[in-house]
């Protein structure tokens, strides 16, 4: 099976960073993702690592550490719109299915 | 949006009852996936399909049953609904384009609600 964990509820004030982060433990690797979802709204992609180390892109990053069955997203500059939960999600074999953690919901304050 | 559609977008039904949901897609992919969501629990895989009549079980396949006869479209059935079924139920692809990536899109959501 699939175990995938991320902390249930983040909060943080506007203008600062927030770090979330993932451990897994899947039978296989093909990728790990993450995805925003906004409340009432369907999930959206936001990033996507196969090997090991950083993608930036804007003002979101994401890490990944592949022997440590590790990942962060990173959430810099922090914004109001930025309050919603925050999926990780990791894709075993090559068959395109994802196993999803249970979402770290992110509030950011003013 | 990956041309995803779902319907109904909302739905009450009285425990017993059959219920379909529609997920219409409109760029020809190949993969699509139901899950539910629920509190607690994230996003959880009930079936998927690789093709026209081709579906596998996900992880929350008990009560659930699926059909594709045509690539647009993908069916969920609850043959008869308890209302431990009551959740949100989202339709998605994977979007095959040629690179690695292949990320999954998802469509609007249908909330169920059974009493």
Not at chain 2, 61 to 70: A, E
Not at chain 2, 89 to 101: K, L
Request: charged share 20%.
């Amino acid at each position: 099976g699939q175990n995938i964990d991320q902390p249930t509820e983040m909060t943080a004030t506007e203008g600062a960073i927030v770090q979330i982060n993932c451990t897994y433990q899947t039978s296989g690797f093909n990728g790990l993702f993450w995805y925003q979802q906004h409340a009432g709204e369907a999930p959206t992609f936001l990033s996507y690592n196969v090997l090991d180390g950083l993608e930036e892109k804007g003002r979101f990053s994401s890490f990944l550490s592949r022997s440590k069955g590790y990942s962060y997203l990173l959430l810099k500059e922090l914004q109001m719109k930025d309050s919603a939960s925050y999926l990780c999600a990791v894709r075993a074999v090559a068959d395109y299915k994802l196993s999803f953690g249970a979402g770290t919901t992110v509030t950011v304050r003013a | 949006d990956a041309g995803i559609t779902q319907s109904p977008r909302h739905k009450v039904t009285e425990t017993g009852t059959p219920v379909t949901l529609r997920c219409h897609q409109t760029e020809n992919h190949r993969y699509m996936y139901w899950y539910r969501q629920d509190p607690g629990h994230g996003l959880r895989l009930i079936h998927y399909s690789y093709g026209v009549k081709d579906t596998d079980k996900g992880e929350v396949s008990d009560g659930y049953s699926v059909s594709r006869s045509k690539t647009e479209d993908f069916l969920l059935t609850l043959e008869s609904a308890t209302s431990s079924q009551t959740s949100v139920y989202f339709c998605a692809i994977t979007s095959e384009r040629g690179g690695r990536v292949n990320e999954q899109f998802f469509g609007p959501g249908t909330r169920l609600t059974v009493l």
